[in-house]
Every structure is written in structure tokens, then in C-alpha cells.
């Protein structure tokens, strides 16, 4: 396997930052048991706007941000693992949730993965939730169906680039990936037919998109990304013994580039997001860069991986920083939130220098914001309906929901639309290029629609 070489810059302060962490108001704080948030969270679409399923030891709870309100989701009352003697099954333990809108079905489903390891007993729930059970009204009780695994579960995840339901399972001993369909997506099976078929090797790897099934060690982490236009897309896969796999398309009918990397580190925390500031030219691949984190050492980039694979790794957080979850803020380009064990929400922005082949990136630390305890996932969710995203961090006691102060932002949109037209002026003036020849228009033009989107943010949020 190839090596990854050792990042050599260390961000540091940030220069004229995007903003500072004391922007970042604070709209709710609710406390909940640690035993619930290491466990994992996931967002479900409900009636109202959206709701955010808890993961207890032996329950999932969901909360309603825009009211506040938690309750109970009644799926876990019962388990298809019994013994001979008709006896209650042992106590399983929630071990991941990942849930999947399904609109043909307009269903939530919840894939919920449970172990015992003393009792070798494991299964994965999914449960059918609707727009409406999903709300305060609902009496939480909605239809499940089980499916008893011979293989401990470390993380389910539902595939978004697939082309009907299908769920990937880390076996949490033997480094394989089990990769199940769902034959039928809008209620469970009436009859004894299992709730999930696992797909056979060469139908698992087509649902990877070509990734490996097997690896030497548990996979910890997996992302997918893809851009709509284009046909551009992207896999990463990540496990416990550093490697890391990336199959990278640049295009329709493009075959897929496949490259490996050790990165000698637990690599727990890995997703794509694009980056608007380095945007390419028209007709060229966009802009994909890979985050990847550990638990135990620091952080890193992959820069424009559709162009250089996992060449050249750029240092986003030194080995002193345990990372443990992450997300693209897609309120600021090219920026993105990590948050650490050290109970530190660190703010990252990658930047570049150059063009084409002679592009240099790099990492600058925007902020940073000292919360109670560790920071164990982070979801952006807009709880209150006014068209922004919220920055939902889960802490190792209790839900932070934070949201930018609307002053800085519309004073940033007003900033930018200023420079925008700006551009279009200059561009479109007979001294830019020739009586503001077609090169000049077609940028001017090109940037249309980002003003028409500012000016519609503007309205939406202007000042009183």
C-alpha cells in the first residue's frame, strides 16, 4: 500500500477570518445523559420541518427541535433474538442509527443496528417512519421489522448513491463490509420474507461503487459524493488500521480511479464537500476535497481528490487533537466545523494558491469555541425554519443548537454582493476588454445567479 507523506504545515492563526466564535449565539442547551449522545444521532424529515432521532443504550428518542420537544419512539420494545425456551432476549445495546428518506415511499427509514456481545447476539431494526409519526402529535409507535445478524455491528449506514434502499454493516470483528437491499421500502414484509437480502459479492461491489468488501481491519468511516451535472462522484472508505480507499469518477461513462493510502491511524471521521472558492473552469471536473480525522492523532486533507486522488495530504489538526466527528458548514464556502474529545468546536477553512497544475493548498484555523464537555457529532439542521442552518453539536451531557448572529451575516452578504457587482461592472466596462467583449459578459453573467441568491438572503434576513 502506498504511504501518505507527512503533512508538513501546521495551521495556525487565522488571517482576516470569516468571523469569530463569539458571533456564534447560542439558542438552546439541553442536557441529556451521556449514555444517549455517545451513541449516535441521526435527522429525520417530519410534517412540521425536521426532527433529530437520540440513540439511549436500549431506546431512540426524538426530539423536535423547533419545539423542544422529546419523546420516546417506541421501535425497540421487542427483539427477534430468543432463546429456545421462548425466553426474553437480553438487553441489546444501540450501537448506530442512520436513517434514509424515501420519497416514492415518503418514509424515514431508520436503520438501527444493536449487539450484544456477551450474549453473541446481534440485529439490525429498521424502523418505518412517516412525515407525521415523526411529529409531537404522534403516538411514537410505528412499524418495524428485524433482521438477526451471525456478526457483531460497528456502523449501518443506508447508501445514498444507490440506486433502490441499501444499507452497509461494518462487521465489527472480521473488517468485511455486509451490504443488504430492501425489497420492500414502504411497509414490512407481510410474510416471513426477510426485511433485508444481503447482495452477493459482485452485487455488494456494485453498490460500493467498486469499493473493497474486505479489509483488514473493522471499517470505521464511510462517504459518498456526487455532483448531479456532471456525473462526477466519489467513495471513501476508512478503517481502524488507517487505510484508507478512495474511488474517485470524472464523469458520465468515466471509469473510476481506485487509490489506497495508509495513513498508520485509526481514521474514525471521514467526508467529501466541495469547494466553491477554487471552483473550476466550465466543463472541468468541480472541486472535492476529503476530510479525514482520528481519534487518536489529528486531522487531514485530501485536496481536489478527483484530480490528485489521496496525493499529497494537507495537515488540518496536529497529532495533539482527538477528533471525533465533523461536517461541511455550507453557510461559508469552503469551510467546515470539527469537533474534538478536548471539547474544542474548531472552524477550518482550505485555501489555494495558483492555478491548474501549480495549485498549492493549505489549512488555516478560521476559530475555535471551548464547549463543556467533548463533542461527540455535529448536525446542521435549520430547527427554526428562517432558511438558515443551525449548527447542532452533540456534547458528551447535553445538545448545543448555535446559530450565527444575523447581524454579521447579513453584513457579510452585503459585503459580497457589494464586490460582485463591483465585478460585473469592471468586466462589462469597454476598458475591460474591448467594449466588454463576449470573455468579460459571459463572466458577468455567470455570476447572475449569485447575486440573485444574495439579494433573496438579503430580504429574507435585512436588518430592521
Known sequence: MQRAAEPARVPGEAEAPLGKAETLLELAYLPLPSAMLARGTTVLRSASSHTLALCLQAQVLLLELDRAHLRPLEVLRRTSNANARGAASPSLEVVGIDALWHPDAGLNLVAIARSSASDNLHEIVIAYVSA??????????????????????????????????????????SGRLHVFTLPQAAAPPADTSPVLVELEDTQSSDALGGLARRFQAP?????????????????????EDGTVE????????????????????????????????????????????????????????????????????????????????GSPWRAQPSTLLVGTWCRT??????????????????????????????????????????????????????????????????????????????????????????AGGRDALSRALSRTGAIAELQVRLKRHALS
Open 345 to 434: 468546536l474548531y472552524c477550518l477553512q482550505l485555501r489555494c494558491v495558483g492555478e491548474g497544475a501549480s495549485r498549492e493548498w493549505s489549512c488555516r484555523l478560521v476559530w475555535s469555541r471551548e464547549l463543556p464537555h467533548a463533542l461527540y457529532g455535529i448536525d446542521m439542521i435549520d430547527a427554526t425554519c428562517d432558511g438558515l442552518d443551525e449548527i447542532v453539536v452533540r456534547t458528551l451531557q447535553g445538545l448545543h443548537v448555535l446559530q450565527e448572529e444575523l447581524a454579521g451575516v447579513c453584513a457579510e452578504l452585503r459585503v459580497g454582493l457589494a464586490e460582485l457587482l463591483r465585478q460585473c461592472d469592471d468586466e462589462a466596462s469597454p476598458s475591460a476588454g474591448g
Open 132 to 173: 407525521g409519526a415523526a411529529t409531537a402529535e404522534a403516538d411514537g409507535k410505528v412499524q418495524t421489522a428485524t433482521l438477526a445478524l451471525d456478526f457483531p455491528p460497528l456502523i449501518a449506514q443506508w447508501l445514498r448513491l444507490a440506486d433502490t434502499p441499501t444499507l452497509a454493516v461494518s462487521d465489527a470483528e
Open 219 to 239: 471499517v470505521l468511516a464511510l462517504a459518498e459524493w456526487r455532483c448531479p451535472h456532471s456525473g462526477c462522484s466519489a467513495r471513501v472508505a476508512a478503517s
Open 246 to 325: 478512495l474511488l474517485a469518477q470524472k464523469g458520465w461513462g468515466e471509469a473510476p480511479a481506485r487509490q489506497w493510502v495508509r495513513v498508520e491511524r485509526p481514521v474514525n471521521v471521514a467526508f467529501f464537500f466541495e469547494d466553491s472558492l477554487a471552483a473550476a473552469s466550465p466543463g472541468e471536473p468541480p472541486v472535492v476535497h476529503l476530510f479525514a480525522g482520528s481519534v487518536l492523532c489529528g486531522a487531514c486533507f485530501f485536496a481536489d481528490v478527483l484530480r490528485n486522488g489521496l496525493r499529497a495530504p494537507v495537515l488540518a489538526l496536529p497529532d495533539s487533537v482527538s477528533v471525533l466527528c
